[in-house]
Structure formats: C-alpha cells, structure tokens
C-alpha cells in the first residue's frame, strides 16, 4: 500500500523560500503514467492544486504561482519536493502531497503538513 | 476550465438519517469523479472513484452515481464517524491538474 508523508518547516519568514519534500513509500515512483502532486488548503479556504511533477521530470504548475514554485522528482530517494519563493502570507495553508492512483479519478494523499509564513 | 460546485455548504444530520451531497460540474464531463472525506489532522480518505466505484474500504452505506454535469453522494445511514467534510474532485490525464469542489460539511444536528 502506497504512502505518502509530507516534511518541512511549519513557519517561514516572508520573502523566504518554502520547502516541503513527500517522501514515498511502499511502492516505487517509476510509472510514466502516474503524476505526483501539491496541493494546498489555506485556512478557512477550498483546496488548491498548485503542481505537478512525473516521472521523467516534466512539470506543470497553477499559472498564478508558475514564477515561484519548483518541483523535482527523485525515485532513488523515493521522494519529491516543493519549493516555494517570495512567500507572503497567503502562502500559509496546509500542504498536501499525493499521487495518481490506478483509477481514472482517484488520488492517494500524505496526512498533510501546516506551513505558517509569519516574520 | 472545469469548474466543480457543491450543494449545500452544510448539512446538518442526525445519526441514521440519509445524507445527499451533490457536486455539479460545468462544463459537461465525460471523464469519472471521485469523492473524497477530510477529516482535521487526517489524510484525505477516497471514497468513491471513478463516479460509482467504492474505494477499498468504504463502507457499503456510501455510494456515488450521476454523469455529465450532476453527480451525487448518498450516505444512505448516517453514522457518527462520518460528520466530516466531503469534496468532488475531478483528474485530467493532460494537463495533469486536479479540480475540486468547494466541499460540503455533514455535521451533527
């Protein structure tokens, strides 16, 4: 069974870069068919999808943060990350990783991790 | 751009009473849905995929039907573990996005 946690700092300075990696276990990173995902949840607000990453490395991020966010992909490590740059206070939210599953619709998720961008 | 609403906001429930969630979808989609439960502190748990289809797990009393631009979550008996927040959520192959419902949150009457 596939799982998935979440790590990083739970406050950053504003103007400072966001880190979070998810590391992946139980399974391998290595399908060409699945992406891995961030996705966020800000308080009081709906959930986001902010990016994603495959396999191969190829990226697609939310227009809106494509100019401050990067992602990369290591299945040696089995894991993935997120870096987020400039972040103010909208950036502060709960931090979701999670991947495609075998379905055509269904996603697998890490339990979340609280990011407060605060000085 | 696919746009997901959910009605209503909130529902408000007593344990053993049927629970009807609805999550439209605009435009038409002819791809499948999931649903899914989010619970403070917990990782989000898949519930239904693929519009009807019971994840592993879920309990019997959940089922998911509809297509195109409705579709619907029943609780057919509401029990006390299920007082949660519940999201649709639709997967695209390309671009690989996800889109989600703004939530409706069951609570107890």
């Known amino acids: 069974q596939l799982q998935l946690q979440e790590s990083g700092p739970g406050l950053v300075k504003p103007s400072e870069t966001l880190s979070l990696t998810c590391t992946v276990s139980?399974?391998?990173?290595?399908?060409?068919?699945?992406?891995w995902l961030w996705i966020r949840q800000p308080p009081g607000k709906g959930l986001e999808w902010i990016g994603s990453?495959?396999?191969?490395?190829?990226?697609h991020y939310k227009p809106s943060l494509k100019s401050r966010i990067t992602m990369s992909l290591d299945p040696t490590k089995n894991h993935f990350s997120l870096n987020l740059d400039s972040v103010t206070a909208a950036d502060t939210a709960v931090y979701y990783c999670?991947?495609?599953?075998?379905?055509?619709?269904?996603?697998?998720w890490g339990r979340g991790t609280t990011v407060t961008v605060s000085s | 751009e696919i746009v997901l609403t959910q009605s209503p906001a909130t529902l408000s429930l007593s344990p053993g009473e049927r629970a009807t969630l609805s999550c439209r979808a605009s435009p038409s989609i002819s791809r499948y849905l999931a649903w899914f439960q989010l619970k403070p502190g917990q990782a989000p748990r898949l519930l239904i995929y693929d519009t009807s289809k019971r994840a592993t797990g879920t309990p019997d009393r959940f089922s998911g039907s509809g297509s195109g631009t409705d579709f619907t979550l029943t609780i057919s008996s509401v029990e006390p573990e299920d007082f949660a927040f519940y999201y649709c959520q639709v997967r695209e192959n390309w671009p690989p996005e996800v889109t989600f419902g703004p939530g409706t949150k069951v609570d107890l009457k």
């Open positions: 990453v495959f396999y191969g490395g190829t990226t």
């Open positions: 139980g399974g391998t990173m290595t399908s060409e068919d699945d992406y």
């Open positions: 999670a991947t495609t599953d075998d379905s055509g619709s269904g996603l697998i």
